[in-house]
């Protein structure tokens, strides 16, 4: 695989990389991404989630039995998920363990129970598969997928099933969503330990032209000053950029007037770039140009083919 390097003294790729799978296309497409993504020597845990079918369906005590029986094929499926997983991960240099949460037992939800697991472990990044326009895994959707995209402490790669993953290095064309916060900077700092010299990285910033202010302010007068926090953005980006690799561009990308967001001009753009990973933070300024926040990072995870790695500016201010 092509080898990132050090950049401003942080370290490179994480070394301690939690990956929650299932028995999913979605979770085997996020571990062949993710094989690509571990360092020689590093720590992986496996993780999979057994839900409580108690609550799932709670009823009286004549099925209580059946339900009974039902957990047990759910553990049967996470313990067989896991050994699939460590098997496709057999050939790297990677220290690996697995753990079954089982929640019968633990009592809490599956966002909890992620939380926890990424926390105690001390997790560096969190991988996770995604189905097309359903959030996160089977077991991890609608409701969940916004709640971990918050309160998630570490890093998330989150891979859509639709996506393949038909190279066999790091990627090599990164697209990095910015818009002049120290968030958005702290999120591009942190994205760049996945690149190499000649890594191709792209920053965009999206002008929203559907901005409902334009309704007293003339669209024409915003959009101007759009422009100009676009560069701005980019002048604080591009430096940065230039340290990790010798192939940096950036791009200002427009929102149409009407049935648009910025979340489908990223990914749009990502798109037509031929992205192999979108970086972007999850709260970003709270002014007039609020567009890179959790609301939008949410909705990008939803609708994008292209992997998506999503950073707390206190991930990356911690050089976790």
């Known amino acids: ?45 496996l993780v999979s989630v057994a839900e409580n079918p108690h609550t799932l369906f709670p ?60 926390d105690t472990w001390r997790a560096d990044l969190m991988v996770v598969g995604a189905r097309q326009h359903q959030g996160l895994q089977r077991w991890a959707e609608g409701t969940v997928s916004e709640p971990l995209t918050r309160r998630l402490r570490c890093p998330m790669l989150v891979v859509p099933q639709s996506y393949s993953a038909t190279h066999s290095e790091l990627p090599e064309r990164i697209l990095f969503a910015v818009d002049g916060s120290s968030q958005s900077m702290s999120a591009l700092q942190y994205g760049i330990r996945f690149a190499a010299s000649d890594t191709e990285l792209r920053a965009v910033y999206v002008i929203d032209r559907a901005v409902r202010l334009s309704d007293w302010i003339p669209i024409d007068s915003l959009e101007d000053s759009f422009v100009g926090e676009g560069k701005d953005a980019f002048a604080a980006a591009e430096p940065v950029l230039a340290r990790a690799s010798t192939r940096v561009s950036t791009a200002l990308v427009r929102t149409n007037r009407t049935n648009d967001d910025v979340a489908h001009a990223i990914v749009r753009e990502a798109s037509g770039w031929d992205a192999q990973l979108i970086v972007m933070g999850t709260h970003g300024r709270r002014g007039i140009t609020r567009w890179i926040l959790g609301s939008v990072a949410g909705r990008v995870l939803q609708i994008t083919q292209t992997p998506l790695l999503l950073i707390h500016a206190s991930d990356a201010d911690s050089g976790s």
Do not use: F, W
């Open 59 to 118: 009823t009286g005590r004549r099925v209580g039995h059946m339900l009974d029986l039902a957990r047990d094929e759910l553990l049967r499926d996470a313990v067989e998920a896991l050994d699939r997983a460590k098997r496709s991960l057999a050939a790297c240099d990677a220290h690996i363990d697995t753990e079954v949460i089982d929640l019968a037992k633990r009592g809490n939800d599956v966002v909890d129970a992620l939380i926890d697991a990424a």
């Open 1 to 45: 695989m092509n080898s990132p390097h050090p950049v401003d003294g942080m370290s490179t790729l994480p070394r301690r990389v939690l990956i929650a799978v299932d028995s999913s296309d979605a979770s085997r497409q996020a571990l062949d991404y993710a094989r690509n993504l571990l360092p020689s020597g590093c720590d992986v845990r």
